[in-house]
């Protein structure tokens, strides 16, 4: 019978197949998306074994990517895919912060630029962008990432709230912020609002 692994035995395993996940991005722009995905999933449930020490803590696993030069984090549980951004179609008509429509696992997801809904400064699409796939049981959509960090587990207590530099509309979609300089997003109130619906989902 094998023995449990220990804590820190689970805390290198979860690093191997981060950094594996790191390499394997970094050689291909292109590697299978649900290869990706399942690789995704692999860790999620390798963080979900990992024993918690500091009991009565709550802590909330996220999902870490960058935009532009900050680093934005939101609930895994609100995540449903990351992959390179495939090919996708713009959609004349539609709101300024709608890249356009891709297509996921066979059915139509819209593609948000959280880069001009945030009105933070734009730069060109490079040769890395990112989908980041949220969704739950009524919504569906797709946040543009320039790189994917990984995951991680951060106290929810911890979040620093009401900052002065975060102000206007970019300050109704989030949780908070890290100690250090993570943005925390509110991915539930992403998916909820109404005006984020750019069509009606497969």
């Known amino acids: 019978?094998?023995?449990?692994?220990?804590?820190?035995?689970?805390?290198?395993q979860i690093r191997e197949r981060l950094a594996q996940f790191e390499q394997r991005v970094q050689e291909s722009f292109s590697p299978d998306p649900l290869e990706s995905e399942e690789r995704l999933?692999?860790?999620t449930r390798a963080w979900a074994r990992v024993v918690d020490d500091d009991r009565g803590v709550e802590r909330m696993e996220v999902l870490c990517f960058t935009i532009g030069e900050e680093v934005y984090a939101i609930e895994s549980t609100?995540?449903?895919a990351v992959m390179p951004l495939?090919?996708?179609t713009p959609l004349p008509g539609t709101p300024p912060f709608v890249l356009g429509i891709v297509n996921v696992r066979g059915h139509v997801v819209s593609v948000l630029d959280l880069r001009v809904f945030f009105e933070l400064p734009i730069e060109?699409?490079?040769?890395?962008?990112?989908l980041v796939v949220l969704r739950d049981d009524d919504m569906e959509f797709g946040l543009l990432a320039d790189r994917i960090r990984g995951i991680e587990q951060l106290r929810r207590d911890a979040l620093q709230t009401g900052l002065a530099n975060l102000t206007g509309i970019r300050a109704s979609y989030l949780l908070g912020v890290t100690e250090d300089q993570k943005t925390v997003l509110d991915g539930r109130r992403l998916l909820g609002d109404p005006g984020l619906r750019i069509q009606d989902e497969d």
Do not use: A, H, K
């Open 1 to 12: 019978m094998t023995e449990p692994l220990s804590t820190d035995q689970r805390w290198m």
């Open 41 to 43: 999933l692999e860790r």
């Open 78 to 80: 609100c995540v449903s």
């Open 86 to 88: 495939p090919q996708f």
């Open 124 to 130: 060109g699409l490079s040769d890395r962008n990112y």
